[in-house]
């Protein structure tokens, strides 16, 4: 699944950013479409899954400040970062994951985009 993601950049803390990222040229609907970020020297973490059917987690650092949506006839996932602060600062990705209507697996990843969150 091709995933493009748009929206990252550098904002002062207290600030907001929208991420999109969006699965082009596929006859389905994605199963989960998540976000997830990775800070230099840290390990990639979760930061909102979505299913299908709205069901959201978040991880508790982002709980109350971002808000992750997703448009099914679009297969478009969107994440609505709101109070951000310097440690929000890493490359954020989009992943994808499910099996198709043919019975294949899938689990796919965005190229990422940097956000940067200066105090």
């Known amino acids: 699944v091709p995933l493009v993601e748009s929206g990252g950049g550098l904002v002062q803390a207290g600030g907001s950013l929208r991420l999109s990222c969006a699965a082009s040229?596929?006859?389905?609907?994605?199963?989960?479409m998540a976000w997830y970020r990775q800070a230099p020297g840290k390990q990639r973490e979760l930061v909102a899954d979505v299913r299908s059917g709205g069901s959201t987690i978040y991880a508790d650092s982002v709980k109350g400040r971002f808000a992750a949506s997703r448009d099914n006839a679009k297969n478009t996932l969107y994440l609505q970062m709101n109070s951000l602060n310097p440690e929000d600062t890493a490359v954020y990705y989009c992943?994808?994951?499910?099996?198709?209507?043919?019975?294949?697996?899938?689990?796919?990843w965005g190229q990422g985009t940097q956000v940067t969150v200066s105090a």
């Open positions: 040229g596929i006859g389905f609907s994605i199963n989960v």
């Open positions: 992943n994808a994951r499910g099996v198709t209507p043919t019975g294949l697996k899938y689990d796919d």
